[in-house]
């Protein structure tokens, strides 16, 4: 990761340039965000990306738990 770490700048330039782009695409084409045009090109409602996001959220734990089944299975101490 040291060679990333020497480019961190630039990966943050560049990443807020794009949400800056993907922002001002959706206020020209009247859209309340980003995430709204995003998600209207499949017409999804913004209630079920949200949705997602909270179950995926709360059901964490669970997986966080596998993982550490995993990690005791294979007796290693990461698991990738």
Known sequence: YS???QFRNTFASTLSTHIKGHNFKAK???YSSAREAS?????????????????????LPLLHRYMELGKRLFEVEKLH
């Not at 998600?39 to 059901?59: F, G, M, R």
């Open 28 to 30: 020209v084409r009247n």
């Open 39 to 59: 998600l209207s090109n499949n017409h999804i409602p913004e209630s079920v990306y949200d949705t997602l996001v909270a179950v995926v959220t709360k059901h």
């Open 3 to 5: 060679v990333y770490q």
